[in-house]
C-alpha cells in the first residue's frame, strides 16, 4: 500500500477553526474528498490517514463517517479531551468504528510547553494505551524534552512526531530541535512524520536542498523503518502543491533502496497505525 499519513479535511460553514488567521487565506475553504482523489489517483496513492483539525469530537465523528463513506481514508486521527475524567467511555464509543486509529491534540498551542506531562493529560494517555490506540504528538521544539518523558513514561504507547517537531527551517535552526530528535528516535515507541516541511520553509522560495539535511537528521534518529510520508494536504497549499511536496521528498530519499522507499510511502504507516488494506 501507497498511504498519505497525514492529511485533513474542513468545512467552513460546519465548524470554527481558530487556527486558521487571515494570513492563511488559500485555506479559508471548503476540502473534502471530492478535492482530494484525483491527487491520490494520480500519484498511486492506495489511502490516507485522516488528521483531526480542532479540538472537536463532533468533528472526529464526522471524519469517522467520511471514513464510512470513502474508503481511500483507511485511518482517522481523531481528538478527545484527555483531561476529561470520562474520556475512556469516549474513546470506546468512538472506536466502535474500527476506522479510528489515534488521537491527537494541538499541544503546540497549550500556553505550558510542559503541558504533556500534567497528571490528568498523563491519565488520558494511559486510556490510551490501553485501548491500544496511538497518539500524534503535534509540538515544536521547546515541547521536545515533555515528548521525550511522555515516551519513557508509556513505552506500550505508540507515538508518532508530526512534521519533524516544525524545526525553524526557514531560520536555519537547528541546535534546539536536533538533539530532542536525536533522543526520541532512541525510544523504539516513537515514529515520525515525514510531513509540513515546506510550510517550516519558506513559503515562497523553498527547495528541496533546504530539506534535506532535516530529513538525513531524521532518517539517522530513526531509521527508515520508523518513519512515514504525510502530505499535510491541503495546509502544504500555503507554500506548495501536493505535487510538489511529494516531488520534495522522492527527490531527497532517492539514495534508499526498494524496501526503504516502500516502508517511507506506506508501510510504515500501515504497521503504525494498523491499517487494513481495503478495510
Given at each position: 500500500?501507497?498511504?498519505?499519513?497525514?492529511?485533513?479535511?474542513?468545512?467552513?460553514?460546519?465548524?470554527?477553526?481558530p487556527?486558521?488567521?487571515?494570513?492563511?487565506?488559500?485555506?479559508?475553504?471548503?476540502?473534502?474528498?471530492?478535492?482530494?482523489?484525483?491527487?491520490?489517483?494520480?500519484?498511486?496513492?492506495?489511502?490516507?490517514?485522516?488528521?483531526?483539525?480542532?479540538?472537536?469530537?463532533?468533528?472526529?465523528?464526522?471524519?469517522?463517517?467520511?471514513?464510512?463513506?470513502?474508503?481511500?481514508?483507511?485511518?482517522?486521527?481523531?481528538?478527545?479531551?484527555?483531561?476529561?475524567l470520562?474520556?475512556?467511555?469516549?474513546?470506546?464509543?468512538?472506536?466502535?468504528?474500527?476506522?479510528?486509529?489515534?488521537?491527537?491534540?494541538?499541544?503546540?498551542?497549550?500556553?505550558?510547553?510542559?503541558?504533556?506531562?500534567?497528571?490528568?493529560?498523563?491519565?488520558?494517555?494511559?486510556?490510551?494505551?490501553?485501548?491500544?490506540?496511538?497518539?500524534?504528538?503535534?509540538?515544536?521544539?521547546?515541547?521536545?524534552?515533555?515528548?521525550?518523558?511522555?515516551?519513557?513514561?508509556?513505552?506500550?504507547?505508540?507515538?508518532?512526531?508530526?512534521?519533524?517537531?516544525?524545526?525553524?527551517?526557514?531560520?536555519?535552526g537547528w541546535?534546539?530541535?536536533a538533539?530532542?530528535?536525536?533522543?526520541?528516535?532512541?525510544?523504539?515507541?516513537?515514529?515520525?512524520?515525514?510531513?509540513?516541511?515546506?510550510?517550516?520553509?519558506?513559503?515562497?522560495?523553498?527547495?528541496?536542498?533546504?530539506?534535506?539535511?532535516?530529513?538525513?537528521?531524521?532518517?539517522?534518529?530513526?531509521?527508515?523503518?520508523?518513519?512515514?510520508?504525510?502530505?499535510?494536504?491541503?495546509?502544504?497549499?500555503?507554500?506548495?502543491?501536493?505535487?510538489?511536496?511529494?516531488?520534495?521528498?522522492?527527490?531527497?530519499?532517492?539514495?534508499?533502496?526498494?524496501?526503504?522507499?516502500?516502508?517511507?510511502?506506506?508501510?510504515?504507516?500501515a504497521?503504525?497505525?494498523?491499517?487494513?488494506?481495503?478495510?
Open positions: 500500500m501507497r498511504i498519505d499519513a497525514h492529511q485533513h479535511f474542513w468545512n467552513i460553514g460546519r465548524y470554527d477553526y487556527w486558521m488567521g487571515p494570513e492563511l487565506s488559500v485555506l479559508r475553504r471548503d476540502y473534502g474528498p471530492e478535492h482530494l482523489r484525483a491527487l491520490l489517483t494520480r500519484h498511486r496513492m492506495d489511502g490516507t490517514v485522516l488528521v483531526q483539525t480542532i479540538s472537536s469530537v463532533p468533528e472526529t465523528r464526522w471524519f469517522l463517517e467520511l471514513a464510512r463513506q470513502h474508503a481511500f481514508i483507511t485511518g482517522v486521527v481523531g481528538w478527545v479531551d484527555l483531561t476529561n470520562s474520556v475512556g467511555a469516549t474513546l470506546d464509543e468512538l472506536r466502535q468504528n474500527s476506522k479510528l486509529v489515534g488521537i491527537r491534540h494541538q499541544v503546540h498551542d497549550e500556553p505550558a510547553v510542559d503541558w504533556l506531562l500534567r497528571r490528568d493529560v498523563q491519565q488520558g494517555l494511559q486510556e490510551l494505551a490501553r485501548r491500544n490506540l496511538a497518539y500524534d504528538l503535534l509540538i515544536r521544539p521547546p515541547h521536545l524534552a515533555a515528548a521525550l518523558a511522555v515516551a519513557r513514561t508509556f513505552p506500550d504507547l505508540r507515538l508518532v512526531v508530526n512534521h519533524l517537531a516544525k524545526p525553524r527551517i526557514a531560520q536555519a541546535d534546539d530541535w538533539d530532542g530528535m536525536a533522543a526520541l528516535g532512541r525510544c523504539g515507541n516513537v515514529w515520525c512524520k515525514l510531513s509540513g516541511m515546506i510550510t517550516e520553509a519558506d513559503w515562497g522560495a523553498w527547495r528541496p536542498a533546504e530539506l534535506k539535511p532535516y530529513l538525513d537528521h531524521v532518517l539517522e534518529a530513526f531509521g527508515t523503518a520508523r518513519v512515514m510520508f504525510g502530505s499535510d494536504w491541503p495546509v502544504c497549499l500555503l507554500a506548495g502543491s501536493y505535487d510538489r511536496v511529494l516531488e520534495a521528498l522522492e527527490t531527497n530519499v532517492a539514495h534508499l533502496n526498494a524496501r526503504e522507499r516502500e516502508q517511507v510511502f506506506g508501510a510504515n504507516a504497521q503504525f497505525y494498523r491499517l487494513q488494506e481495503g478495510s
